[in-house]
């Protein structure tokens, strides 16, 4: 099984936060990115089990996005 996590960078909080469609529950932040992917892969398989009643394999896609405004 695959799942998608999604980083998206908060300008106003200067927070990365990891959310997912395919895991229930799974809300994280973080002001450093490296640091939120490490809490990310240690919370997603906590998860996986308390949502799924068997063990199974599974893939993590992780996609990021930031947005920056700036003036000239």
């Known amino acids: 099984m695959e799942y998608v996590i999604n980083f998206t960078w908060d300008n106003e909080a ?4 990891a959310t997912s469609n395919d895991i ?5 932040e973080s002001g450093s990115f490296d640091a939120l992917l490490e809490r990310t892969r240690f919370a997603v398989p906590e998860l996986i089990s308390l949502n799924s009643s068997k063990n199974q394999s599974f893939s993590l896609t992780f996609k ?5 405004r700036m003036v000239l």
Do not use: A, I, K, M
């Open 24 to 28: 229930p529950g799974l809300v994280l």
């Open 14 to 17: 200067e927070v990365w936060t």
């Open 64 to 68: 990021s996005e930031r947005h920056e």
